[in-house]
Structures are given as C-alpha cells and as structure tokens.
C-alpha cells in the first residue's frame, strides 16, 4: 500500500510536470520489423540503459546498426549512436540539425534576401518573424551567432509551442550542452573532439573510455560498465553511378557488447560485411540478407534513372528473414510471414501520406497523415480507418501553433481542447453526436510559465465544482497537491526525483537514493526501511524490509547470463526456481515444496500446454484472432468462435457428459455487445448511449434500466420494481442511497469528514460511526451504541477487533460489556 502511495503521486508529478516538459530522446522510425519502411535497408537496434538524468532528461543510448549506412563512427562501420552522436553543421541552403533523438531537422534563414517565396504563406511568414533560423514545421528555431554562419559550428536551438524552455547548444559542430524548462543542464564533455562524458551537476551518469583513439571500448551508464569489441570485417560496397566500381574495403565493426558480469551479446555479418546474427547464451536472431552483383546494382541505378527500365531483382542490405519473419518486398510494400505462414502487409506512401497495416489475422487499418505544407500539423495524424471504413478515431489541429483542437471517435462524439494566447491548454469541452454545442468538462488556470495552478471539474453551467490546487518550486516541480479534502507534499532531491511525500496527517514516505539516482531504501510511515541491493550489471539482488536492525523479510534474487531472474529466495530460505528457453520464457517453475510447474509454447511464442503441480494438463489452441481453445485436466473443452472481424461471436463449452453450453455474442455498428443468446430463447439484450455507457439489459421478464449524471456516474438503477438511486459529493463519494420497491423505501447517508473519510451512515434508523486515530487508521466503529475497537500493530497491521457492548442496569444507565 506504501508503494502504491507513493506511485500515485509519482504519477500525478509527472503527468502535470513531464508531459509537457519531457523530450523523448528515444529513435524511433517507421519499420516492419527490422525493414525499413522508408528505404531499403534494416536496422538493429540494442538499448544499453537509461542515464538516470533528472527525470525530464532521462537519456537513452542506443547503438543502431542500419544496412544503408556505409560509413564508420565512434562505434565501428555502420553503427552509431543517436544520442552520442548529434550535430549541426551548414548544409547548402540553411543548418542541418541532427537532433539526439535521430530526426533531422532543416532550418533556413528568417532575413534571407537572394530567397523571396511568391505565394506568402502565413504559417511561413509566422515563423520567419524576429531573427535567426527557422523551420516552418518544427518546434524549434536556430540562432548562430556570427554573421559568417555559412562556416559556424557554433548553434543553439530553442524550442517554441511545446518545446518551449529548452534549449540545445552545439560548439564545433557537436552538442555541447542541453538546457530543460526547469534550468537544468547536461553537459557534453569532450577530448580531442571524441565525447568522453555527459554530466549533470557534476556527476558524470555516462562515461566513454578509447581503447585505439577512434572507437569506444566502453560506456559506462549509471555505473554500469559496457565493454564494447570490435573486429575487422571485408566490406562489399556497390557502386552509386552505372560507371562506379566495386569497393572491398576492410573495416572495424562491432563484435560485442558486455554489460558488466552479463553474457555478452555478440554480433555477426556475413561475406559482404552485413550484419547477419545477434546472439547472447542460447538465444541467436540470424538473419538471411539479399545481396547485389554489381551488374544487378547498376540495373537498378539505370531503372531509377529511365522510367521506361524496371528492376524486380533483389536490392543489397535488405532483409529477407529473421529468427520471427520471412520479408518480401514489392515497392513500398513490405510483407512479413510468420512461422505459422500468416502474413501481415505493411504500405507506407510518403508522398500522399497513407499508411496500411493489414496484420497477422488479416485486420486492416489505414492510418491518414496531413500532407499539407502551408499547416503546423504537417505530418500528424488526419484519422485512422478500419477494414469496415469506419473511421476509429479522426483530429483536427490548429494551423498556426499545430495543437490539437478535437478528437471525434467513431460515434461521431467530440472531444474538444482550447489554447489561450499562449498556446497552453485552458479548456476542455465534449460534444456527443446528439448534442448541438459542445459542453465543458475541465478548465485549467496556468502561471506565467504555463504550469497548471488549479485544475477544475465543471459542470454544465461551466462552473468550478471541484478544484485541484497545485504549487511549484523554482525548477517547476509540483510541490504541493490540495484536492480540498486532502493535501500532499512532495520532496526532491537535487535532480528532481521524489524522496519524501507527505500527506495531509504529517505521515512520510522516504526513499534514498544513490549518487545515480537509483533507490537503495525507502521508508514508510511507520519507520519500517526496505533496502535494495544491486548486481554489477545494475539489477536488484536482494530486497530485505527491517524495522532497525531487526530483519522483517527479504527477497533474493538471482539471474542468468542474459538478466532474466532465475531464482527467488526469501528470508526462511525457501527458494523458487525458474528454468527459461533460449527466448527467456520461463518453462519450468520449481516451488519450495519441490512440487513443479511446465510450460510449453508454439512457434509464435503462445502458450500451449501447463502442466500442473498434480501433474494434469491444461491445454490452449490458438487462432489468428487469439485464444481459440482451452481444454482444462477435467476434460472440460471451451471453444472461442470470432468473426471475420476478430469480435467474439460464440463461446461453446463441453465436458466428458457431453452437457453442451453455447452462448452466442452480437454487436452494434460500434462493436459494443448488445445481445448474448444462451440458447433455448434464453436472450440478453443490451442497449447503450452515444459515449459507451450501458443504459439497458434485458433478459427474459428481468430488466436493468441506468442511468447517469453529468459526469458518469450511476445516479439510477431500476431492475424491474426495484429502483436504487445515488447521490454523490463533488468529489465522487457516494453521499446518499435511496431503494424502493412498490411501497417500501429504504434511504442511506453518508457523511464524509473534511479529509474525505467516511465518518457516518445512517440507515433507516440505524447509525454507524467512524473513529480515525494521528495516523489515519480506523480506531473504532460504533454501531447502534456497539463500539468495535481496532488495534494495530508498529507497522500498522490490523492484528484485533474488541467488541464493547452497552447493558443497561437496574438504574437505566448504559455500561459497556467488553468482549
């Protein structure tokens, strides 16, 4: 409970704090499995670690091999690492930033006299006000600072809109250093041009050692050392003109990876120098490439060149299969076959924005980009479309700044936001498909840096009936959380994480954390300290809970080479034990009774089989919608029957007596479940209202009528002459119950303290009270005169209830009875 605590004020800092001001310094790109969707190559990309940074600058590093890319870096030939390797250098016609999270960015300048635009357009003409450079669809801005900026490797991109306050800084064409909203920076150190370290206040969270002056032998993340080795591999490089030549050039690649006292994952390439196998223990993805004559390289160069000569021959640095798919290429579509043999098609078209997917079980969705240059949406998504041409889900976006402004699902029901002059979100409103105007929902009151200050519920009227008070400190962070009810305070360390949360009770959670910001204890309210210790490679071995010196408990874990638990042992010495395949799924479970637990999988990875600590079966068939059959030890079969669509239609179940079951599913044109047939006339009807929420279940003479507030809430429930309705506080507590059926009626109440707990219901007469301690526990609950004591233990356990019934005496005074 201390932990669930704790995360959800983790949750609510970081959903005000980090959503708007955290990069995501992750590379991503459009691909089907490993190909690229883009161009013709694929990539293989290995996460070493996270730098625990300050939270909005938790920085991956990657290392990604791509096929198409022919030349060598501080991580040998075609491999690089986007995160420790950006740059900014003038190319052509403006400065091309190559950002750390691998996008590349174009920025031309805004007072540029040789280039004059003929058609004037305003998102343009927005973006060239003021001085430096400009990129029309992006979030950023470029400055130089030297009026000969053609030859500068000094820059300094700002964000603006929803980068606003950050700010990268590059000096000799290499990134120098990373401001956030916050103030706080990453510095970028370097040595004879190679990055050697990235700190923060001091602390260097990633370290690169040399072994030959060029190449790194290893990072270090977190304290985390990886050893990186290389060796020299035969390259085959094919011509770029129809009058080029063969290239055979000898190269450094990367051969492994090894993460302290892990297996090291070891990296292999075939003849041409293309990586073809990645493997660590008993697990290797290998992979099978298509490779080009030179001949054949130069067809495609002529095809490219003359319309009129086509080329269907294989293109080298495409993949054709891997351990998961076999690949086949035809344009820009690319066909991935599993080894079941279905197949799933993916078609990107750049140009006119639309994107297919048709996966596995054959489900098609079409995703629609805005194409449109003259917009700051340019790029994002217009609407997704189902195989039934429904549109799932379509937005809308604000021209100029690029937020969103709606949402509309399927239904047809709107979610609208509005922006205040500075671009910040102040409104939310709904709209469902029957209503004329849209209605509010949520309003937001923002500090000069666009920081939340109040976050209100509203109703109808638009009037606050609910509000969220929040407080900041210097670096932005939420300090303070005041509901109206309760109040919580959050505590920081010098880097932005949580150490301390305290509630409305003046009662604590504690964590520390290490110099790298990993935790290695935190405290409850009751003083007990759980401690965390790790391996060499950073994971958690043991995990022991101590009031003082006393232990309490502990955990320890253990891990096989490639850092998937094998083992737990607790603290009375009992061990359960995993044995893992080559994929790391757990097939075996020994228990500390020695009794044990198999599990078998298909070639998709789908659990098939488990055989139980009795040693009875449980078996599982699979479809291409999901779970197909179950068959339980008993002989018990459940049969799952889908549509073409993937939508459950028919559940059958049959045993050894041969007592068949079947119940039959059918849905709206919203996939929403409005009738279940159980067979001999046995129906269930359903109905529901525009946004989803059930309004009706009918079945046989039986009846459920809902209905709900302005909020969603149930307020009614009738089944047939049986109607209950609800009544709540602006907090959501229910406050008051009302049953009746024909002439009888029954009222409950409930009444809250000013901390949100409950602290009485009257029931028809009879009245239960509610007693709190300091610590906020339950002391005692009194009914109808009864008093039932709780006791607790240090670490707040409950561990007894005491009954103290009142008697009267022969004087009529009430004395209590102890039980």
């Not at 298509?290 to 080329?311: C, D, G, M, P, T």
Request: hydrophobic share 30%; glycine share 8%; with cysteine.
């Amino acid at each position: 409970m201390i932990k669930k605590i704790f995360l959800i004020f983790t949750m609510v800092l970081f959903s005000f704090v980090l959503k708007s001001e955290s990069l995501n310094f992750l590379a991503n790109s459009m691909s089907a499995g490993k190909a690229s969707l883009a161009e013709n190559s694929y990539q293989v990309k290995q996460l070493l670690d996270t730098a625990n940074f300050s939270p909005e600058m938790r920085l991956p590093v990657q290392l990604i091999y791509d096929s198409q890319r022919e030349k060598s870096g501080l991580f040998g030939y075609a491999w690089y690492s986007p995160q420790l390797e950006s740059a900014a250098y003038y190319d052509k016609d403006g400065v091309l930033w190559t950002t750390p999270w691998g996008e590349k960015i174009k920025f031309f300048p805004k007072k540029d006299s040789k280039r004059k635009d003929e058609i004037k357009i305003e998102l343009w003409e927005e973006a060239k006000k003021g001085f430096g450079f400009y990129s029309p669809h992006a979030d950023w801005e470029a400055d130089c600072g030297s009026r000969n900026y053609q030859k500068s490797g000094n820059w300094i991109f700002s964000g603006k809109r929803s980068k606003k306050g950050w700010t990268f800084v590059y000096r000799n064409y290499r990134l120098s250093s990373v401001t956030a909203p916050s103030g706080r920076i990453l510095q970028f150190a370097y040595y004879q041009k190679r990055l050697t370290g990235i700190s923060q206040d001091g602390v260097e969270f990633v370290q690169l050692s040399y072994s030959d002056g060029q190449k790194v032998s290893a990072i270090t993340i977190n304290g985390v050392e990886h050893q990186l080795k290389y060796k020299g591999i035969k390259l085959y490089i094919l011509p770029k003109t129809e009058q080029g030549k063969l290239l055979t050039p000898t190269r450094p690649a990367l051969e492994s990876i090894r993460r302290a006292d892990l297996t090291p994952v070891v990296f292999g390439y075939d003849r041409c120098g293309l990586l073809n196998s990645v493997k660590q223990g008993m697990f290797e993805d290998k992979m099978l490439l298509e490779h080009q004559s030179v001949q054949q390289k130069i067809s495609q160069i002529a095809a490219l060149r003359n319309r009129k000569l086509k080329y269907s021959g294989p293109i080298h640095g495409r993949i054709a299969s891997d351990n998961l798919y076999k690949y086949t290429y035809n344009g820009n579509v690319v066909t991935l076959t599993d080894k079941l043999n279905r197949q799933a098609v993916y078609n990107y078209d750049s140009n006119s924005g639309i994107f297919t997917i048709t996966d596995f079980s054959g489900k098609r969705n079409t995703i629609y980009y805005f194409m449109r240059f003259d917009v700051a949406y340019m790029g994002k998504v217009r609407k997704i479309v189902d195989a039934r041409g429904r549109d799932v889900a379509n937005y809308r976006y604000d021209k100029l700044s690029g937020n969103i402004v709606r949402v509309r699902d399927m239904a047809g029901n709107d979610i609208n936001y509005e922006y205040d002059e500075d671009d910040d979100l102040y409104l939310i409103t709904r709209r469902s498909a029957e209503q004329e105007n849209p209605e509010p929902v949520v309003e937001f009151a923002r500090d000069s840096f666009g920081q939340p200050l109040e976050i209100s519920k509203l109703n109808a009227e638009g009037k606050a009936i609910q509000t969220t008070k929040l407080e900041y400190d210097d670096y932005r962070q939420v300090i303070k959380i005041d509901n109206g009810q309760t109040t919580n305070t959050i505590t920081y360390n010098d880097y932005g994480y949580p150490v301390a949360v305290e509630n409305t009770f003046g009662q604590t959670v504690e964590r520390k954390l290490d110099k790298y910001n990993r935790m290695i204890s935190s405290t409850d309210f009751y003083g007990v300290k759980t401690f965390y210790t790790y391996t060499p490679s950073g994971l958690v071995s043991k995990i022991e809970r101590k009031d003082g010196e006393r232990l309490i408990n502990s955990l320890i874990i253990q891990y096989n080479g490639s850092g998937q638990p094998i083992s737990y042992t607790d603290h009375t010495g009992k061990t359960k034990k995993f044995e893992r395949d080559a994929f790391g799924r757990i097939i075996k479970e020994r228990f500390p009774d020695n009794t044990e637990v198999a599990y078998t999988y298909n070639a998709l990875g789908q659990l098939t089989t488990v055989l139980d600590q009795n040693r009875h079966t449980i078996k599982f068939d699979w479809n291409k919608f999901g779970l197909d059959a179950k068959t339980t030890p008993a002989g018990q079969l459940t049969d799952y029957v889908h549509d073409k669509y993937g939508l459950l239609a028919r559940v059958d179940s049959k045993d050894k007596t041969n007592n068949d079951r079947s119940v039959k599913y059918e849905y709206d044109k919203y996939d929403r479940l409005v009738k279940l047939d159980y067979g001999n006339g046995d129906i269930e009807q359903r109905t529901y209202d525009n946004w989803g929420k059930l309004l009706t279940i009918r079945r046989g003479n039986k009846s459920v009528l809902l209905e709900y507030d302005y909020w969603g809430r149930i307020i009614k429930r009738q089944e047939n002459n049986l109607v209950n309705t609800f009544a709540y506080n602006h907090w959501g507590q229910r406050i008051r119950r009302t049953l009746q059926k024909d002439n009888v009626k029954l009222t409950e109440k409930r009444s809250y303290d000013k901390f949100g707990r409950l602290y009485k219901i009257v029931s028809n007469g009879k009245t239960i009270k509610y007693e709190y301690n300091d610590n906020n526990q339950l002391t005692c609950q009194i009914v109808d005169g009864t008093r039932i004591e709780h006791k607790y233990n240090k670490y707040g356990q409950l561990i007894g209830k005491k009954m103290i019934k009142p008697i009267i005496n022969a004087s009529g005074t009430k004395e209590n009875n102890q039980k």
